[in-house]
C-alpha cells in the first residue's frame, strides 16, 4: 500500500512552495496537479513520475471529482506515493474532504501538507496588510463562487474581505455589499495571478472597480475590499504593477 499526500502548492511562484513539499515533489511515483500550479513545479518531480492533469479550474474543462477520488485510491493501492497537488493551500477551498473521505473508505494511508494560500499571500503581495489596529480589526475569506448562498448582511459588517474565485461574480459582490450598507467609497484591489511575474493590480472602490475592470478576463483573481486597501500607497514595493 502507497501513501497519498494532499499538497499546498502556494499561490502562484515555485518560490513560495514550503520545503516539505519541495522533497515529496522529488521522491513521488504519481502527480495529480491542478490547473492553477506553477508549470516550474512539474519540472521538480522523477522523470520517471506519472503525471495527470486534472482541471479544477473556473469555466474550464476538470476532471470530475468522483474520478480523481478514484484516482487517488487506484495509484495508492498500487503502491506509489502519490501527490496531489493543490494551488494555494489544501483546506481552503481545495475540496479536499471528498477526497479524504474516499482514502479513507478504501482503507489508504494519507497526509495533508500546508501550502500558502492565496486569500493571504495576495494582499500580501499587492502591499496591502488584512489587520490594522484601527482600520481591520478582522477579516473574512469567502468564495464567490455561489454568491446566493452567502449571508451578504453579515459580510457588509466585516471591516476587511478577501473574495476568492470572484472575478466573474465581481458585479455582483458589488451590488451586494453596497445594497447591504457597504459605502460606495469603499476601497477595493483586484489581484491577478498573485505570486507570478504576470500579476496585476487594478485600484479603485465599490462605485468605480467594474468601470476600471471592464472587458478584462478577471481570471484568477482574489479582491481584497476595505479600508486597508488605502494602506498600499504607504506598503507597497516599488515594482508593483497597478492600474
Known sequence: MGKVYLVGAG???????????YKLLQQTNVLIYDALIDAELLNLVPSDCLKLDVGKRGGKVSTPQTEIN???????QQGNLVLRLKSGDPFIFGRCTSEIEALKAANCEFE??????????APLLAGIP????????CFAVFTAHEPDALNWEALAAIETLVVLMGGKNLPEVVHQ???????????????????TPQ?????????TILDKTANISLSPVVITIGEVVE????LQAKNIHTR
Open 11 to 21: 499561490p502562484g511562484d515555485v518560490a513560495y512552495l514550503t520545503v516539505k513539499a
Open 70 to 76: 478514484e484516482l487517488l485510491v487506484k495509484y495508492s
Open 112 to 121: 495533508v501538507i500546508p501550502g500558502i494560500s492565496s486569500a493571504l499571500a
Open 130 to 137: 488584512l489587520t490594522d489596529p484601527v482600520l481591520s480589526r
Open 177 to 195: 455589499l453596497i445594497r447591504h450598507g457597504k459605502s460606495r467609497a469603499t476601497p477595493i484591489a483586484v489581484i491577478r495571478y498573485c505570486g
Open 199 to 207: 500579476q496585476q493590480i487594478w485600484v479603485g472602490t465599490l462605485e
Open 231 to 234: 494602506l498600499r500607497k504607504y
